[in-house]
């Protein structure tokens, strides 16, 4: 008995049980005085609470293949009610299910209840709204168009506007109930013009209407589409001139360059195009012809222009062999003289000069002396006497050469 009493187990076992024993005996005591019941630690209850969750998801069974339903709502309200612990669980892991059970009934219109499953057993569930009124009908599936739909034309540059937009596929599945798809007016892609001013290309959301200018919530294959819309944009068909560079082999003449086409359309805002008259810049080295020949060449994209239509032309240049034909005593004329000077020749002092034209026998045997005018410019020159270049204005595919390719003039004030 003695070391019984003194093991130290022995005795922190029988220290807990008087302990037990004392509060117990309080609490007991505590109760038959207040009137209430004591509350023992070996025989207390869970406590109870109460909660609602919102927005809890509606799953709906039923021949989803052929059959079509409305009525139910996406979600509803649960409120639950039961332990604490399973309580809390529930409304923060979510894991039970509301749901329509639709599999037995068949075409029309019911009444339905709403249920739920997967709950603890320990709580109780109270669905709002508890029963909906659902219609069931018989899915169809037909095809439609799409149709575009421009926002914001209004919004284009002066000069732009939408050619015809390319949709693909330019047709949609629609699949839904056969009132729902008798109720179709109109399949629209939507594409944004605001300040657009080259083609655009998009994928667009399909939005289905009804004859009031309603959505429809239907189901649709394929839900977005590919849409081009081609901007036109400002327009002016301009002449152009072409640029002779180089020179043909000696004993060769240009008899003629034809170029196709003869006109090419430049595309850019109004301001710009305005400032063209003639395109520049397309030129033709006559150093690499030798025969008559057919070449493409790029049409140069002027300062401000956008695009140019055709990119390439093709220029057609015909040759034969080289014939001369002189002039003689060719007269000069002079332009730009001040007012109140005048001129005098000094060398040649006739004021004219012999000129030799080459070029294929069919262009020389045409040209006349009167077709070529040789003229001196005098303007801004003062009194005393001047050396001044000798030009010649003639028709194309001619060159020429002159006895001197200047001329000595005294100009003084008319006494």
């Known amino acids: 008995m003695d070391r019984l009493m003194n093991n130290h187990w022995v005795m922190r076992i029988i220290a807990l049980f008087l302990a037990i024993m004392l509060y117990a005996s309080v609490n007991i005591e505590s109760g038959s005085q207040g009137g209430t ?3 023992n630690p070996f025989n207390s ?8 969750v919102t927005d809890v998801p509606v799953v709906t069974y039923f021949d989803q293949e052929n059959l079509v339903v409305t009525g139910v709502p996406e979600t509803v309200n649960v409120t639950l009610e039961g332990p604490t612990v399973a309580l809390t669980k529930a409304r923060t892991v979510k894991d039970f299910e509301i749901y329509a059970d639709l599999n ?5 219109t019911h009444r339905v209840q709403l249920k739920y499953k997967n709950l603890s057993e320990d709580l109780e569930a109270s669905i709002n709204p508890s029963t909906i009124t659902v219609s069931i009908e018989e899915k169809v599936t037909k095809d439609f168009p799409v149709e575009v739909d421009f926002t914001n034309e209004d919004k284009l540059e002066e000069g732009y506007t939408p050619d015809q937009p390319i949709v693909n596929p330019n047709s949609i599945r629609v699949t839904a109930s056969k009132e729902v798809i008798d109720r179709i007016e109109t399949v629209q892609a939507t594409v944004n013009l605001e300040t657009a001013k080259e083609t655009i290309n998009q994928e667009s959301r399909i939005t289905i209407y009804d004859s009031d200018g309603n959505i429809l919530p239907v189901e649709v294959e394929p839900s977005v589409v590919d849409v081009t819309v081609p901007i036109k944009s400002p327009s002016k068909t301009l002449p152009f001139k072409i640029s002779r560079e180089g020179e043909l082999e000696k004993g060769l003449s240009v008899l003629s360059i034809e170029p196709n086409p003869k006109e090419i359309t430049v595309y850019g805002p109004l301001d710009v195009l305005e400032k063209y008259e003639f395109l520049d810049g397309i030129k033709v080295d006559l150093s690499e012809i030798q025969k008559d020949t057919t070449i493409e060449v790029n049409v140069p994209v002027p300062e401000g ?12 240049i015909d040759i034969e062999e080289q014939q001369e034909k002189v002039f003689s005593s060719k007269k000069i004329q002079e332009v730009g003289l001040s007012g109140g000077k005048v001129f005098d020749y000094i060398d040649p002092d006739s004021g004219a000069m012999d000129l030799t034209v080459y070029g294929a026998p069919s262009v020389i045997n045409d040209i006349k002396s009167d077709d070529i005018e040789l003229y001196i410019n005098l303007s801004d020159l003062a009194d005393g006497e001047h050396e001044v270049e000798v030009q010649v204005n003639g028709p194309q595919n001619l060159t020429w050469s002159l006895q001197k390719e200047k001329v000595k003039v005294r100009i003084s004030s008319a006494s």
């Open 305 to 316: 222009i956008t695009k140019v239509s055709p990119e390439k032309i093709k220029i057609e």
């Open 104 to 108: 037995k009934l068949s075409i029309g």
């Open 45 to 52: 209850s869970p406590s109870l609470d109460k909660a609602t």
């Open 37 to 39: 019941q004591s509350t």
